[in-house]
């Protein structure tokens, strides 16, 4: 499938071409290909606008048409098609005032952020390439499309553009590029956090996250960030020397290690999800929690979506006997796996304690019920949960 999406593309860009369009593959895919990395998904820049695309392909999905975007489907597969543009002024620091499409390639090329990206492929997999991206791709370093302090001033999310792409390809950053982000740290406190946090989460991720991690202290552009900002979490984030798996296990990390800083003041903070709120808060009590519990219990609680999250923080902090693959193993053979499976329910524990009046002591005692069937302390059979509820209980 995924070799087979460099073929789709290029039938995608020569279908527009039979229509006396320009067509191209660029950004992202291009460079991933030049270096030899996987590519998951590819976008094509075309002379063409929206409504011409979507008369060419029978399902498009006008995902962004003001700014000359469209998702193609071709094949059941999805390629976002833009329109070539320029960008004018960013005077909210958001979005473009005006986009102006355009009809040359290389002015397309020319608003795009660094020379690594801003290269253009043509059907037969020809490169064109104006800014030397190429040759900065060979030595490994990041470099902007024209000044850095202009492209930087122009939209400030670039120099977390910049970090971010440091922390996945393990790329310098060009002096110049260096220099404009000190320069211009200040204004990344006019992009909205969300995109902010879009960036700093792939920066988590990458494999040269320590590398990243001295530029954005050397820039200052740290600084800029929320909360990590603050003396007592840099000094945290600076023994952080792993990259991790996501957002919630970074929270999870830094609340682990300063504890000062509740779950929801990152979240708040940082504008993030309920769900990633709930993920980071069950992280830190299992991680707490282990080996203090037993295993099964521990694990029991476990969602599989959290299970490298969950493994990865073990070893931070020293403590992982297990393998991801040890961990599913313990789960597979847990008696049951939710408490939809328990035997009794809170209507049954009342029935088993007719004369009490309802309380949280029936909460406790599914809670306690749900531990003691998963420990394997009492079988999942009512009647066996029932005498060992009313003998504890009496
Ligand atoms: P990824 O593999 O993470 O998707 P990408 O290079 O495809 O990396 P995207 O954020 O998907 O990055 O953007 C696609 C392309 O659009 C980039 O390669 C770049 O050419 C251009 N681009 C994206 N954001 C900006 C920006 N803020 N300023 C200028 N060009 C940008
Ligand atoms: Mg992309």
């Known amino acids: 499938m995924k070799a087979n999406l460099f073929k789709l593309a290029q039938q995608v860009v020569q279908e527009i071409r039979n229509y006396g369009f320009q067509a191209y593959i660029v950004g992202g895919a291009v460079r991933d290909s030049i270096l030899g990395r996987t590519v998951d998904d590819i976008d094509i820049a075309t002379s063409a606008y929206p409504d011409q695309i979507q008369k060419i392909f029978p399902r498009v999905i006008p995902t962004g048409i003001e700014h000359g975007t469209v998702l193609v489907r071709y094949q059941s ?15 909210d620091f958001r979005r473009p005032d005006t986009v102006k499409f355009v009809t040359d390639l290389r002015e397309d090329l020319a608003r795009r952020d660094f020379t690594m990206n801003a290269i253009a492929m043509d059907q ?5 390439d104006p800014y030397h991206g190429q040759v900065d791709i060979n030595n490994k370093i990041i470099r902007t499309v024209g000044r850095a302090q202009e492209r930087f001033l122009e939209d400030p999310l ?27 740290r200040k204004w990344l406190d006019k992009i909205a956090v969300e995109r902010i946090a879009v960036e700093w989460e792939k920066t988590l991720k990458g494999n040269y996250f320590s590398d990243a991690k001295r ?6 552009l740290v600084n800029h960030l929320p909360i990590l900002s603050e003396d007592i979490i840099q000094q945290s984030l600076q023994r952080l020397n792993s990259s991790l798996p996501s957002l919630a296990a970074f929270i ?21 999800s309920n769900q990633l709120k709930k993920s980071s808060r069950l992280l830190v009590q299992l991680v707490q929690d282990y080996p203090k519990e037993p295993l099964k219990w521990l694990l029991y609680r476990l969602p599989e979506d959290l299970i490298e999250d969950f493994t990865i923080l073990c070893t931070l902090f020293q403590k992982n006997p297990f393998t991801q693959e040890e961990i599913k193993m313990v789960q597979k053979n847990l008696v049951i796996k939710d408490r939809q499976d328990l035997a009794i329910n809170g209507k049954d ?13 029936i909460q406790n005692l599914l809670l306690e019920t749900e531990k003691a069937v998963v420990t394997e302390l009492i079988k999942n059979d009512k009647n066996d949960i029932r005498e060992w509820l009313q003998y504890d209980n009496q």
């Open 77 to 91: 597969t999805s390629f976002e098609v833009t329109t070539f543009r320029t960008e004018t002024s960013y005077s």
């Open 252 to 272: 999870a990390y830094m609340n682990l290690t300063v504890s000062e800083i509740a779950i929801a003041d990152w979240t708040n903070s940082w504008k993030l």
């Open 349 to 361: 524990i009342i029935s088993f304690f007719p004369n009490r009046s309802k309380g949280s002591w």
């Open 158 to 184: 670039r120099m977390m553009r910049a970090i971010r792409f440091q922390s996945q390809l393990g790329f310098e950053l060009a002096e110049e590029v260096l220099h404009a982000i000190y320069d211009n």
């Open 215 to 220: 530029s954005l202290f050397r820039t200052g």
């Open 124 to 128: 037969s997999l020809q490169l064109i």
